[in-house]
């Protein structure tokens, strides 16, 4: 099995939790009853947990699944820390009634894995729209790219300088997309895609002619835009 180096670390870091607190509980000269086993049960169980949302965290892919992870971690680990303090204190004082220390880390426990699920779902729903955003915004860098990349087969200035003011224009108008723009969207492809012909066949009069018409069409687009917005 493949172990990134993050994953790996997150192994050691759980595993010397639980050879330390291992320690600490067994060493402890008190009686082991119900409230050391209910602490010791509930931070074992803790300890787990934080392993697994630090490897199910270091699965996902992408730089930005990852950066969203890290609200999962904080969570968790903050989980961890405030069990471990707690399970120890209840080891401590075991002539406690351990039916109080299962309810309050029932609570706890309870509270962790409902805050990781809405938190995990809440990260779902961040990539799942970021995901939209980007195949919204592509028809225009697309389209960008292609005016662009005609502009060095144009053989005279003012077919160049059509392309150039065209790019532009291109860029700076609204980048979002939707199905109401899907009309005007067609047009502007199929008056691209004449525009890719005219300069394969160095036709600078037929360049000038189309960029003219494009540029009506982006503008419209954009004033379509921002209607619907």
Same mark, same amino acid.
């Given at each position: 099995?493949?172990?990134?180096?993050?994953?790996?670390?997150?192994?050691?870091?759980?595993?010397?939790?639980?050879?330390?607190?291992?320690?600490?509980?067994? /060493?402890? $000269?008190?009686?082991?009853?119900? /409230?050391? *086993? !209910?602490?010791?049960?509930? !931070?074992?169980?803790?300890?787990?947990? =934080?392993?697994?949302?630090?490897?199910?965290?270091?699965?996902?892919? &992408?730089?930005?699944?990852?950066?969203? &992870?890290?609200?999962?971690?904080?969570?968790? *680990?903050?989980?961890?820390?405030?069990? #471990?303090?707690?399970?120890?204190?209840?080891?401590?004082? $075991?002539?406690? $009634?351990?039916?109080?220390?299962?309810?309050?880390?029932?609570?706890?426990?309870?509270?962790?894995?409902?805050?990781?699920?809405?938190?995990?779902?809440?990260?779902?729903?961040?990539? +799942?729209?970021?995901?939209?955003?980007?195949?919204?915004? @592509?028809?225009?860098?697309?389209?960008?790219?292609?005016?662009?990349?005609?502009?060095?087969?144009?053989?005279?200035?003012?077919?160049?300088?059509? #392309?150039?003011?065209?790019?532009?224009?291109?860029?700076?108008?609204? $980048? /979002?997309?939707?199905?109401?723009?899907?009309?005007?969207?067609?047009?502007?492809?199929?008056?691209?895609?004449? #525009?890719?012909?005219?300069?394969?066949?160095?036709?600078? @009069?037929?360049?000038?002619?189309?960029?003219?018409?494009?540029?009506?069409?982006?503008?419209? +687009?954009? +004033? =379509?835009?921002?209607?619907?917005?």
């Amino acid at each position: 099995m493949n172990i990134s180096k993050n994953k790996g670390l997150s192994l050691l870091i759980t595993f010397i939790i639980f050879a330390v607190y291992n320690i600490i509980a067994f /060493m402890l $000269p008190n009686g082991k009853g119900g /409230m050391f *086993w !209910t602490g010791y049960g509930f !931070t074992m169980a803790a300890i787990l947990l =934080t392993a697994g949302v630090g490897f199910y965290t270091f699965r996902r892919k &992408g730089l930005k699944s990852k950066v969203y &992870g890290v609200s999962l971690l904080s969570l968790v *680990w903050s989980y961890l820390i405030a069990q #471990l303090i707690i399970g120890l204190m209840e080891m401590a004082l $075991p002539s406690i $009634p351990f039916q109080y220390g299962i309810i309050l880390n029932a609570i706890l426990l309870g509270a962790c894995l409902i805050g990781l699920i809405a938190a995990d779902i809440a990260i779902d729903e961040v990539e +799942r729209i970021d995901e939209t955003v980007k195949k919204k915004v @592509s028809y225009i860098k697309s389209l960008q790219t292609d005016i662009e990349g005609l502009i060095g087969k144009a053989e005279d200035e003012a077919a160049k300088k059509v #392309l150039k003011d065209l790019a532009e224009a291109i860029r700076y108008s609204d $980048p /979002m997309s939707s199905s109401q723009l899907s009309a005007i969207e067609n047009e502007i492809k199929v008056k691209a895609a004449g #525009l890719k012909d005219a300069a394969a066949s160095f036709d600078s @009069s037929a360049i000038v002619s189309i960029c003219g018409e494009m540029q009506q069409l982006v503008a419209d +687009r954009n +004033r =379509t835009c921002k209607t619907i917005k």
